[in-house]
């Protein structure tokens, strides 16, 4: 089946730092690969994606390449807000039964210190 | 559009009653998602519905859990009776099938608690 293993955390780093949150996958398929962030105290919500292989999705300064031959979707970012505190969820959909089913990863904290 | 609703946001309850958790997707969307988030299990699937029909259910930890959706654009997750080990954020996540890289869009959860 398939399935989506993340970098555990907590990852704290100081403001303006390097962030990168590993990210692999498996599935039967080829699934398009996504990665959400999750702020305290609401839902899940999308950070930015990629459909197909050497896609890089990108937002609000984050980055994300779709590596196939490597089963594999990081996330990065140059330069790291406090703002970016949250917990950020990796995740596939793959069609299954005529749907198309998120996975997702056991997430990673993030806290940024000023 | 207002997004994915759900509610109650937060609700407390004594062990052994009823819970019903609602969720109305976003109009239009034709899958809908029920995840149940724990500090131990992570996000975990419960049961989705496709066009009002449930397809997958096999999520759902026990039969004392049953989801129906009798319209496009209601569904209820329903715990009879809940015990402690129920205590999680539930939420509800809705998609428009069609294309793989359609994302799921979520509600902002129901913080249960059971005492």
């Known amino acids: 089946g398939n399935s989506v293993t993340q970098m555990e955390g907590p990852v704290t780093l100081s403001e303006e730092a390097f962030l990168t949150i590993n990210c692999t996958y498996t599935?039967?398929?080829?699934?398009?690969l996504f990665w959400y962030v999750q702020y305290p105290g609401e839902g899940l919500q999308l950070l930015l994606k990629a459909t197909k292989a050497d896609d890089k999705g990108s937002n609000k300064g984050f980055e994300a390449t779709y590596r196939k031959e490597t089963t594999s979707f990081h996330l990065e970012k140059g330069s790291v807000q406090v703002s970016d505190s949250a917990v950020y969820f990796c995740?596939?959909?793959?069609?299954?039964?005529?749907?198309?089913?998120?996975?997702f990863g056991r997430g990673t904290s993030l806290i940024v210190h000023p | 559009d207002a997004g994915v609703i759900q509610s109650p946001r937060h609700e407390v309850t004594e062990m052994g009653q009823e819970v019903t958790l609602r969720c109305k997707p976003i109009s239009g969307h034709n899958s809908l998602f029920w995840y149940r988030q724990t500090m131990m299990r992570g996000l975990e699937l419960l049961i989705y519905f496709n066009n009002n029909v449930p397809i997958d259910d096999s999520g759902m930890p026990e039969d004392r859990f049953s989801a129906k959706m009798p319209n496009a654009s209601f569904s209820t997750l329903k715990i009879q009776p809940s015990e402690p080990r129920d205590s999680a954020v539930y939420f509800c996540a809705s998609n428009l099938w069609g294309g793989g890289d359609t994302e799921a869009f979520f509600g902002q959860g129901t913080r249960l608690t059971v005492v």
């Open positions: 599935a039967t398929g080829y699934p398009s």
């Open positions: 995740a596939l959909s793959d069609r299954a039964g005529g749907s198309y089913i998120p996975t």
